[in-house]
């Protein structure tokens, strides 16, 4: 997977003009009536900020292109509109769908030649509105200032934040793969929740009036009291109709896909093995950073922060004096959890991970309470809020559902499968009481936009309190490893040092810069040997050194050396010295070997080291990239490595082609 990655960076960045006359055609085909409706535009644009802050496009060739096919875009709607405007109301799809065309013109009149600019960032009027600018007879003038400005706020608006995440990428990587992964995750979390919930909402009317066309058909053909109970719902004068419609399809789907999920683990369908996939792909991207992040995030599905929700909810409802709402909120969470408790031990199904406690987890309970819990709030605070508000709501309900239950599979609390189950069995509970509260309170709550304010600082204020008193830590099994093994200095240089890997590597095995070192000696004396030498520790990340990423001259030294992975385990010591020239430097990096060297009574560790030249490419602002030079050869890796170091070579060995010197401290 790596190597792929890699090997598409290299590719884009041998062939940036291609790479760029996508983005050109991605800005202009969105803009575009009735195309830019199937064209990820915007999705394109974060990918080429993403590829910009890895080092393989130009920042400023991007935004160029970018702007000028946005603006080009938006022309040909606008001149598209101009010449055609007595016959496009009569040309599909604005023949099938008048709707799409009248929303376009009620959102033209009231927010006149702005709205040029405004639609720009609503994917439904994107491709609209200029059309209709073009009907209604718009100035061209007037029409391309607004155009231009809209451009040279939506390319950056987009781009930019690709550029934070390509960067990023880029450090992560520059420490191991196996962040990459992690980070790929957690946004494409992020980007899935977002799109999800606005597909949903821009097509909810749409649904619900097909829907009600249908049921209605059927209320009319069936006149017993499922046809009365429909045709009440379809009764114009029923408020929040198209919601208990929608809320009625999240209820089949769930239920649909939780019975699927059930039969599946039953027969032991290929779901089963899909579990055991993505279990042992986590695991092979566990880290302690990783550990540490999806732990801190997992604190968002826990107890104390549910029960915190919980209290500010009901005491919201009591404020307003919904008595029912606070009934049917406790009843969602107590009898959820009651009915999962009685499906686990019917199922019998132990978690991938016996260390992490709990006997049974299909279907997780851990889920579907962070479902219960967020997806009733999410509908409480979407009723009301406005419709974007509404949007972003549900967009981070879900998404605090996506990596509560990603957390938990990673550390193997349960399966994907009862992750999946747990989440589709709460959905269509929370459904089903939004129905019923809908149903028995029609009439629209009072307007609360400060409560997703309010919501959102509790959170916070709740995981930022389990943090801060390591209440959010790893779970105890988070990468142990066993205590190193002791073995006498006889022994190191005959066997032992043939133990050791000759390359670091990361992620699947892959091979990296060579392990020239092992160094029996303490740490101290370690730090005090080098620093004797010249050599100082690598510097930290810190507000300062990232700045210096994107300092237009600044030298080697001055910027972050990032720990990396050995198989899993972070750097311990990481030390530095300047190159012969600004743009170059020498780093070498130590990692615990898992042995230890002693006669019985003492041990002293011993540490593998890699040595690396790195230099500082500046190929592309606004990034200054700093990779390993791999022009030196193995025996100049090695010469590098072991001059001035301070410490007595015992001897120099042979790994596998790769020179290597045994090492240990003339205090030792």
Not at 509 to 518: A, H, I, N, S
Request: aromatic share 10%; net charge positive; charged share 10%.
């Amino acid at each position: 997977m790596e190597h792929a990655y890699i090997h598409l960076l290299h590719l884009l960045a041998g062939h940036p003009a291609w790479t760029l006359t996508v983005i050109f055609l991605a800005a202009f085909l969105e803009a575009i009536a009735v195309i830019g409706t199937f064209i990820p535009g915007s999705t394109a644009m974060f990918l080429a900020g993403a590829l910009t802050g890895t080092g393989s496009l130009s920042l400023v060739w991007v935004l160029v292109w970018a702007i000028a096919g946005a603006i080009a875009g938006d022309g040909m709607s606008f001149w598209l509109g101009s010449r055609y405007k007595d016959q496009i109301a009569q040309l599909w799809p604005f023949a099938k769908h008048p709707e799409v065309l009248e929303a376009g013109h009620r959102y033209f009149r009231k927010h006149g030649a702005k709205s040029v600019v405004l639609a720009r960032f609503i994917a439904p009027l994107r491709a609209i509105v200029p059309v209709v600018a073009g009907m209604l007879g718009m100035t061209p003038l007037r029409f391309y200032a607004m155009n231009v400005l809209s451009a040279l706020i939506w390319a950056p608006a987009h781009i930019l934040p690709g550029v934070v995440f390509g960067a990023s990428v880029l450090l992560a990587g520059a420490v191991s793969f196996r962040l990459v992964v992690i980070l790929a995750l957690l946004v494409g979390i992020v980007w899935l929740s977002f799109r999800v919930a606005g597909f949903l909402l821009s097509h909810a009317n749409a649904w619900s009036s097909a829907a009600g066309r249908n049921l209605g058909s059927w209320a009319c053909r069936h006149p017993g009291p499922f046809g009365r109970f429909a045709r009440k719902m379809l009764d114009p004068e029923t408020p929040d109709a198209s919601s208990i419609l929608l809320a009625t399809l999240i209820v089949l789907v769930s239920g649909a896909l939780f019975f699927g999920v059930l039969d599946d683990v039953i027969s032991g369908d290929p779901l089963t093995r899909v579990d055991l996939s993505v279990y042992h792909f986590l695991q092979s991207v566990r880290t302690p950073w990783g550990d540490t992040v999806l732990a801190g995030l997992s604190t968002l599905g826990n107890t104390i922060t549910l029960g915190a929700l919980i209290v500010t909810v009901t005491g919201w409802m009591l404020l307003e004096r919904r008595w029912r709402t606070i009934g049917y909120w406790l009843a969602a969470v107590v009898f959820s959890q009651l009915l999962i408790f009685a499906l686990q031990f019917a199922m019998h199904r132990a978690p991938p991970n016996a260390l992490m406690g709990g006997s049974y987890v299909f279907p997780s309970n851990h889920v579907a309470a962070t479902v219960t819990v967020y997806g009733f709030l999410a509908f409480l605070l979407a009723r009301r809020v406005g419709m974007l508000e509404g949007m972003l709501v549900a967009a981070a309900s879900t998404m605090v559902v996506i990596v509560v239950a990603l957390a938990g599979v990673y550390f193997g609390r349960y399966w994907v499968s009862d992750a999946i189950g747990g989440a589709a069995l709460a959905y269509a509970w929370v459904a089903i009481i939004a129905i019923t509260a809908m149903w028995r309170h029609p009439q629209a709550p009072p307007e609360r936009p400060f409560m997703p304010v309010v919501v959102l600082v509790v959170m916070l204020v709740s995981v930022g309190a389990q943090l801060g008193f390591s209440l959010g830590a790893p779970p105890p099994d988070s990468m142990q490893r066993p205590p190193p093994v002791l073995v006498t200095q006889s022994q190191w240089k005959l066997s032992v040092w043939k133990r050791l890997p000759c390359y670091r590597s990361d992620m699947g095995g892959d091979l990296k810069e060579p392990l020239t070192l092992q160094w029996v000696s303490n740490l101290d004396s370690i730090r005090g040997q080098l620093r004797a030498q010249g050599w100082v520790e690598g510097t930290d990340l810190s507000p300062h050194s990232l700045l210096s990423l994107a300092s237009p001259n600044v030298a080697a030294t001055s910027l972050p050396v990032l720990p990396k992975l050995n198989d899993g385990v972070p750097s311990t010591a990481v030390f530095m010295r300047p190159g012969d020239s600004r743009d170059e430097r020498d780093v070498l990096r130590f990692w615990p070997s898992g042995y230890a060297v002693g006669d019985g009574t003492s041990a002293t560790p011993l540490w593998v080291g890699a040595f690396a030249h790195e230099r500082l490419a500046r190929r592309s602002w606004p990034i200054n990239i700093v990779r390993v030079d791999r022009d030196w050869s193995l025996p100049d890796v090695h010469a590098a490595s072991g001059a001035d170091l301070g410490a007595a070579l015992v001897a120099t060995v042979s790994c596998h082609g790769v020179p290597v010197s045994l090492l240990v401290s003339q205090m030792e």
